[in-house]
């Protein structure tokens, strides 16, 4: 996607659109400290649209093992490692989003959405990915990347409570926040690039002024942990998507 700097740097997942209110009762063009997001976000494109909604792997490699922040580190992408990429550490993950749903259903997306899935995790790193072609624009492509490690069991109900959630909620939630409510209008599952032991990708349409944003997460397990993906487009209705070679680059080094 492509997102401006300030908006990324605030820490949570739905940078706009949650932290800073920025649904129909929130105002447009800010960041989720409140302050300008400049440049809109654009659209990358690589995932394959022919690719199954739910994917999982012939062959599970995940040992099971609960993963602790550092071993988290170790096995999070780096430069290099997804050519045409750079991986960073992202700021602000103090901050995180502070939506509840006002359907109890939905509220496995509505933690996503704040950067603190449920269950919760036991250790949790975060990564900014930014297109490596597009340096020193201002509007480059960005896309969020969190890595969780859960206690036996945990990261299969993740995905379990998630693809219920996405079931349940097809046809939009409202949630409420210290910065307002906020409306979301559809849900719907999407292609899914084949990676660890689970993939599983779907949209969640906001609102913004009116029209509707699209906003994209991808998670893949193995074992015990997982990784979600998360890219948005501020400009336009186009669903974005999240680099297929991202996914798979990120599962392979899972252990």
């Known amino acids: 996607m492509k997102v401006p700097t300030t908006v990324v740097a605030a820490g949570t997942l739905l940078l706009c659109l949650a932290a800073a209110g920025c649904g129909p009762d929130g105002a447009e063009g800010q960041g989720a400290g409140g302050e300008a997001t400049g440049a809109a976000p654009r659209t990358p494109g690589t995932a394959s649209a022919t690719t199954p909604v739910a994917a999982a792997s012939p062959t599970p490699t995940g040992d099971g093992r609960t993963l602790t922040e550092a071993e988290l580190t170790k096995v999070a992408l780096t430069t290099g490692e997804a050519p045409g990429y750079a991986l960073a550490p992202l700021e602000g993950t103090d901050e995180r989003g502070t939506e509840e749903s006002e359907d109890e259903a939905c509220r496995p997306i509505t933690a996503i959405i704040n950067g603190s899935p449920e269950p919760a995790p036991a250790a949790t790193v975060f990564r900014t990915v930014t297109d490596t072609r597009e340096?020193?624009?201002?509007?480059?492509?960005?896309?969020?990347?969190?890595?969780?490690?859960?206690?036996?069991?945990?990261?299969?109900?993740?995905?379990?409570?998630?693809?219920?959630?996405?079931?349940?909620?097809?046809?939009?939630?409202?949630?409420?926040?210290?910065?307002?409510?906020?409306?979301?209008?559809?849900?719907?599952?999407?292609?899914?690039?084949?990676?660890?032991?689970?993939?599983?990708?779907?949209?969640v349409t906001g609102s913004l002024e009116g029209a509707g944003v699209p906003l994209v997460f991808h998670l893949v397990r193995t074992g015990s942990t997982v990784v979600t993906f998360y890219a948005a487009d501020f400009l336009t209705s186009t669903t974005p998507e999240v680099p297929a070679a991202l996914v798979t680059a990120q599962a392979a080094k899972l252990p």
Do not use: M, W
Not at 182 to 195: D, I, N
């Open 135 to 203: 340096q020193g624009e201002d509007d480059r492509t960005v896309v969020t990347e969190i890595l969780t490690s859960h206690p036996k069991g945990e990261a299969e109900e993740l995905l379990r409570s998630v693809r219920d959630a996405v079931r349940a909620c097809a046809d939009g939630f409202r949630t409420t926040s210290e910065d307002g409510p906020s409306t979301y209008t559809g849900v719907k599952a999407l292609p899914a690039a084949e990676a660890g032991q689970e993939s599983f990708a779907y949209q």
